[in-house]
């Protein structure tokens, strides 16, 4: 089964900015694609961007247009999420998801994901 791990959680002051890394070992996420999800207590999941497997779709959330860019790196086996203006209403638990693309790519706002990573903890506050 495909493993996920997200990484580059952590504290950041407000306005600063912090890179999330999603990847999985001893699978390749080349034919897969990825979606960025975020859940703070209290609050339900909320999807903040997707990539397809080409990365020549991607999409973002209301919420952090502009300031969110995802991306990826396909020769590194790799996905980021570079969070830049954080505000203390971006402090949430993020998580990663993927979705094999077959033949249609996969990244709207119903796109439903077969994988999950563990989350990891980003806190904005000063």
């Known amino acids: 089964q495909l493993q996920l791990v997200e990484s580059g959680g952590g504290l950041v002051q407000p306005g600063g900015s912090l890179r999330l890394s999603c990847a999985a070992p001893?699978?390749?996420?080349?034919?897969?694609?990825i979606g960025w999800f975020r859940q703070a207590p209290g609050k339900e999941r909320e999807r903040i961007s997707c990539i397809n497997s080409s990365g020549g779709i991607t999409n973002y959330a209301d919420s952090v247009k502009g300031r969110f860019t995802i991306s990826r790196d396909n020769a590194k086996d790799a996905v980021y999420l570079q969070m830049n203006s954080l505000k203390p209403e971006d402090t949430a638990v993020y998580y990663c998801?993927?979705?094999?693309?077959?033949?249609?790519?996969?990244?709207?706002?119903?796109?439903?994901?077969?994988?999950w990573g563990q989350g990891t903890q980003v806190t904005v506050s000063s």
């Open positions: 998801a993927a979705t094999f693309e077959a033949v249609q790519p996969k990244c709207t706002d119903t796109t439903e994901y077969d994988y």
């Open positions: 001893r699978f390749t996420l080349n034919n897969y694609a």
